[in-house]
């Protein structure tokens, strides 16, 4: 048998050999990211701070805290949400690191481990973020990619609460007592209690946990006191309270009522007291029609040998100055005959019928026919008309 030695160069080369195979050329890497188990989908509260933790490893090649000097390093991180385009919040390439606002990497580029830091958190940063790692030699080639998507939900404390009082607290009546949180994520459960010193804690059915609504039905003078409501979530509380103090006298809108109807009903009589004075005061004028200060028509004097007529104008009556007229033929002794009045020549008056031992007495027509009464209303004033006795003087 012929044994062979080995020289201290073949040891010094199979060393080199085997250091040189723990290393793999870019042209073999396979890019992994990874995610801690059950942490996929996150949850934060607003107003704090999250971080989506993940990391990658090259197939083939140990674990190491910075990357190989041939490894070129891209990352890229993106929100997706429903209804909404793809929004870049952070990108590290070349060196160079840009980023939204409140946006970061926990650590210092290069490194294997590219977990996104998100600070001041709000209820719109709520999405699928999702995770970009590209790795290429100096030229450029023998490109590795992989990518990771994480969910995260921003949850949102139940605001302060609005507490309010639906109904009339009288005795005897049924009344609700709301209450309504404006903002919370997920939506808030909602419990009524009566505070000390008679406390009181309510359940359904009177008391709707979803609605924040507590029914309170035949109100008694009992159940006054301070009631209190608390919204929370998940994540916190918030509360709010009133005062419910049941009466015993009427209610406001029968006073109210009371006191409408009453100031109607003043209204309405004084309408009517006003009324009555102005009729009462319409059917006096009339009377007083006649003033003070009023001229009386005067009273022409009869003036012989000329006509007569009213001071307003108005034909009152006509006479002739000259009433009796001697006749041209001889006269009759003791008889003496009437001269017809002027009024009798203008216009013949109608023959009246003739009484024994009597004479008739002349009628004065009036002007235009119309009649004494109308004449007297308006405003003639009558005028005695000399008439002859039988002796033949004025009477």
């Known amino acids: 048998m012929v044994s062979l030695s080995r020289s201290p160069a073949t040891d010094l080369l199979r060393f080199l050999l ?8 870019p042209s073999r ?12 989908q996150l949850k934060a ?15 083939g090649q140990a674990s190491l805290a910075r990357p190989q000097p041939w490894e070129l390093l891209t990352v890229m991180w993106f929100l997706e949400q429903k209804g909404k385009d793809l929004n870049q919040v952070l990108a590290y390439i070349s060196g160079i690191t840009s980023s939204k606002p409140g946006v970061s990497l926990v650590y210092s580029m290069p490194s294997h481990n590219v977990s996104l830091r998100l600070q001041d958190l709000r209820e719109k940063d709520s999405g699928s ?12 080639i023998n490109m590795s990619h992989s990518s990771k998507t994480l969910e995260l939900s921003v949850l949102v404390p139940p605001a302060p609460p609005s507490c309010r009082l639906l109904g009339v607290p009288r005795v005897g009546n049924n009344v609700t007592l709301s209450c309504q949180s ?10 009524w209690l009566r505070a000390p010193p008679s406390s009181q804690v309510f359940f359904a059915p009177v008391l709707d946990a979803i609605r924040g609504s507590l029914r309170l039905t035949n109100l008694s003078s009992s159940m006054s006191g301070v009631y209190i409501c608390m919204a929370q979530n998940e994540v916190g509380s918030a509360r709010c309270n009133m005062t419910l103090k049941v009466s015993t006298g009427p209610e406001p809108a029968v006073v109210a009522g009371a006191v409408v109807g009453t100031l109607v009903g003043l209204g309405l009589l004084a309408g009517l007291v006003l009324l009555y004075h102005r009729r009462s005061k319409a059917l006096e004028e009339p009377a007083n029609d006649i003033k003070e200060d009023a001229v009386a028509p005067r009273t022409l004097p009869w003036p012989k040998g000329s006509d007569t007529i009213s001071k307003n104008g108005t034909l009152s009556s006509v006479t002739s100055a000259r009433a009796l ?12 005959t009437p001269t017809p009045s002027l009024s009798s020549q203008v216009r013949s008056s109608p023959k009246l019928p003739r009484t024994d031992g009597a004479h008739p007495q002349p009628t004065s027509p009036s002007p235009g026919g119309v009649s004494s009464s109308a004449l007297s209303r308006m405003g003639a004033v009558p005028i005695m008309v000399p008439a002859q006795n039988q002796a033949g003087s004025l009477v």
């Open 325 to 336: 007229r001697q006749p041209r033929g001889p006269p009759t002794p003791d008889v003496l």
């Open 45 to 59: 509260v607003e107003g704090a701070e999250v971080v989506l933790p993940v990391w990658y490893t090259l197939q």
């Open 182 to 191: 404006p903002r919370s994520k997920p939506a808030a459960q909602y419990q």
């Open 18 to 25: 085997l250091g040189l195979s723990t290393l793999v050329s």
């Open 29 to 40: 890497a396979q890019l992994e990211l990874h995610v801690p188990p059950g942490l996929t």
């Open 129 to 140: 973020y999702r995770c970009s790692v590209n790795v290429q030699d100096h030229q450029g």
